[in-house]
């Protein structure tokens, strides 16, 4: 049976701490160049509806290094710009790729193409999920404090595809997390409905920044305005004043807490430059992590 990864709620908390290995030791081997060809001859096909700089270099750098080959596929450049079918199309290069990874807008779309793919789909962003990012991410908290047991996690700012993504995840690995989102902009109701249902971890939604930074140790934020949102910019922007992670709330956090975004930054809006450019700022960490932990998600799914 294949596996897809369209949300972190497919795996149990096993599965993903042995592709935290998986990625520590293909890490290692990048570093020291040691050849490590567990994708050879293998194809990834990898369809952008959205923008990308991390996602698309990362799985395309990651294809090379496991010795397969990736194709970058705009959806507009091919017939899915002009109305084929998701069915079809999943289908179809189903017979050519031996993996797909897409970036789209509806978390449908990602489900409908691996409903009729007989090979591995890999979530690269939806409005409502962005997995391989909170792989990285949490991977990085893992290099930076040894575990992710016991820390208290932040985030400020919306509850978008890398919140829900983050809730999933507390549920799973079994972290405490107070997401501080603005009335309106809380994160999606069945992702809550089913960490509180599959976990027990302290998941609190709060529309005070300062109580999300209080103690925590890791602090995360991300985009006022999402891929899909441009025109929502000016609203948001006065919907998430107050909300940007900036020294003042680094200070309520504990002395060696590591802050997170998942990039692109938008200085002056959900971040301050002092802080993403600052001593606690573990971001191009992160984006680097993007590369060996999805080398990884790719090995254990498509070997
Ligand atoms: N963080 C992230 O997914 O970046 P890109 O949009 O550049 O791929
Ligand atoms: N929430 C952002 C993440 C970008 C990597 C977006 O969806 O645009």
Not at 11 to 22: C, G, I, P, S, V
Not at 143 to 153: A, I, V, W
Not at 230 to 238: A, N
């Amino acid at each position: 049976m294949k596996k897809d990864f369209l949300a972190l709620s497919q795996f149990t908390k096993a599965e993903l701490d042995a592709m935290f290995a998986l990625c520590k030791e293909l890490k290692a081997k990048t570093k020291n160049r040691e050849e490590h060809h567990l994708l050879k001859g293998k194809t990834l096909a990898m369809i952008f509806e959205k923008s990308s700089t991390r996602t698309r270099i990362s799985f395309e750098v990651g294809m090379y290094q496991l010795g397969g080959h990736p194709l970058f596929i705009s959806s507009k450049d091919s017939q899915m710009g002009r109305g084929e079918p998701i069915k079809d199309t999943a289908r179809v290069m189903a017979r050519y790729c031996d993996g797909v990874m897409i970036r789209t807008f509806a978390q449908e779309t990602v489900e409908e193409f691996a409903k009729y793919a007989s090979i591995p789909i890999i979530n690269g962003l939806t409005d409502l999920h962005h997995p391989c990012q909170i792989m990285a991410d949490v991977f990085t908290v893992i290099e930076h404090k040894g575990s992710y047991d016991g820390l208290k996690f932040a985030w400020i700012g919306d509850g978008n595809n890398m919140a829900n993504s983050w809730i999933e995840a507390a549920a799973i690995f079994g972290f405490d997390l107070t997401l501080a989102c603005p009335e309106g902009y809380d994160p999606n109701p069945q992702v809550l409905a089913w960490a509180k249902a599959n976990g027990s971890s302290k998941i609190v939604i709060t529309r005070d920044p300062k109580e999300a930074a209080k103690d925590a140790d890791v602090l995360n934020t991300d985009v006022w305005a999402s891929m899909g949102q441009e025109e929502e910019q000016k609203i948001r922007e006065k919907a998430f004043a107050g909300y940007q992670l900036n020294e003042e709330l680094l200070d309520l956090a504990k002395g060696n807490a590591m802050v997170l975004h998942c990039l692109p930054a938008h200085r002056g809006e959900e971040i301050s430059d002092e802080v993403i450019e600052g001593p606690h700022s573990a971001v191009w960490d992160e984006a680097e992590n993007r590369l060996h932990v999805q080398k990884a998600i790719m090995a254990t799914l498509m070997k």
